[in-house]
């Protein structure tokens, strides 16, 4: 029997290139993107509830990831109509959490031929053969992947935690530094350990009230809240 070879984009890597039709129109991925980051999110299937309690909050949100230059493209394996009567039924008809009459207005892929969520690794025979699993691909304003995380079928995603890699990914460009456990703007980050002992040593006996150095390798400094978001955010 001939071997399957399955092949998944990996960080680092620049994202996949496709078209593709969506709910907003066609998208030719990720050039239409270039100069924003960019989520791309798969959910399971249209009409089921863990994915609609996802869409009412990551639509809630999307104008707080859009300030922040983060668009949102959505994809699951259905069909164009489906997406279109989902997204119709969650505005009509559902309530989650307080939100409600909530408008999808982020594009959502159509995927029945699967090629775009093969492309992506997001079908895992393993979890299911007919649903994509929830990837989430975060890809910077030069078309690079930079964080990609998984879920499986039966857990909801945290929102909060999708934000706070957006603003991390970006402190770390805007900054040159790297963000600790549980890191949010305002906590203290680390700075990148030096490349040689002398710079190492020469960087611990510098210490001052902004940066700490434990010992060689773990050295932190502070990064004023306003500061991240001044840099990050668009007015
Ligand atoms: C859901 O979104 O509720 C769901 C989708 C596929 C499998 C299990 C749950």
Redesign the pocket.
């Known amino acids: 029997m001939e071997e399957q070879v399955v092949t998944m984009p990996r960080i680092g890597e620049k994202a996949p290139e496709f078209k593709a039709i969506t709910t907003q129109g066609e998208i030719n991925f990720p050039a239409d993107y270039k100069g924003s980051w960019v989520i791309l999110f798969s ?3 249209d009409f ?5 309690s996802e869409f009412i909050t990551f639509a809630s949100m999307e104008k707080q990831f859009n300030e922040a230059n983060c668009k949102l493209v959505g994809l699951s394996v259905d069909g164009l109509y489906s997406h279109i009567a989902w997204l119709r039924t969650i505005k009509e008809k559902i309530e989650y959490r307080g939100m409600k009459n909530v408008e999808v207005t982020f594009p959502l892929i159509e995927d029945i031929t699967m090629d775009v969520a093969t492309k992506y690794g997001m079908m895992m025979p393993g979890e299911s053969n007919t ?1 994509a699993v929830r990837a989430v691909f975060f890809i910077d304003p030069k078309g690079i992947i930079r964080t990609i995380i998984y879920y499986p ?2 857990l909801g995603r945290n929102f909060e935690e999708l934000y706070r890699v957006v603003i991390a990914l970006q402190a770390a460009d805007e900054f040159g530094v790297a963000t600790p456990a549980d890191w949010r703007p305002g906590d203290d980050v680390i700075v990148p350990t030096a490349g040689t002992c002398g710079v190492a040593k020469e960087r611990m006996e510098k210490q001052d009230d902004n940066m700490k150095c434990c010992d060689w390798f773990f050295c932190t400094k502070k990064l004023d809240k306003d500061t991240v978001l001044k840099k990050i955010l668009k007015k």
């Not at 089921?48 to 609609?52: G, L, R």
Request: glycine fraction near 0%; proline fraction near 18%.
């Open positions: 959910h399971p299937a089921t509830p863990v994915c609609t649903k079928l039966s």
